[in-house]
Nanobody, 129 residues
């Protein structure tokens, strides 16, 4: 079955850290760009970070740059997001997503949500004191 399964969310205090994981199955993970996308309560989807095939290039939204780090382990079919210096405004459901097209992709492609056709079920991150 083709799917993405996220884990690692939880409740953390401001300034804390979390590491999210997304395990892929049913397709050749190494052939696709991947991203993390989040949705805060009452708001729309927000692209957070994307990574190209071969871990070659990584991109971040301005809101998380310098605090979050995306990575991938193609041998383990797993995408990661390290969240540091968390803020209350980072509270959201976090989703991993796979691009519709394979191969290396431009930053503008990776940051456009319409270019993703496979999504996980999400993992909740709550930042609160």
């Amino acid at each position: 079955e083709v799917q993405l399964v996220e884990s690692g969310g939880g409740l953390v205090q401001p300034g804390g850290s979390l590491r999210l994981s997304c395990v892929a199955s049913g397709f050749t993970f190494s052939s696709y760009g991947m991203s993390w996308v989040r949705q805060a309560p009452g708001k729309g989807l927000e692209w957070v970070s994307g990574i190209n095939v071969g871990d070659s290039t990584k991109y971040y939204a301005d809101s998380v740059k310098g605090r979050f780090t995306i990575s991938r382990d193609d041998a383990e079919n797993t995408l990661y997001l390290q969240l540091n210096s968390l803020k209350t405004e980072d509270t959201a459901m976090y989703y991993c997503a796979r691009t519709r097209d394979g191969g290396w992709l431009r930053p503008a492609y990776l940051s456009t949500l319409d270019n993703y056709n496979l999504w996980g079920q999400g993992t909740q991150v709550t930042v609160s004191s």
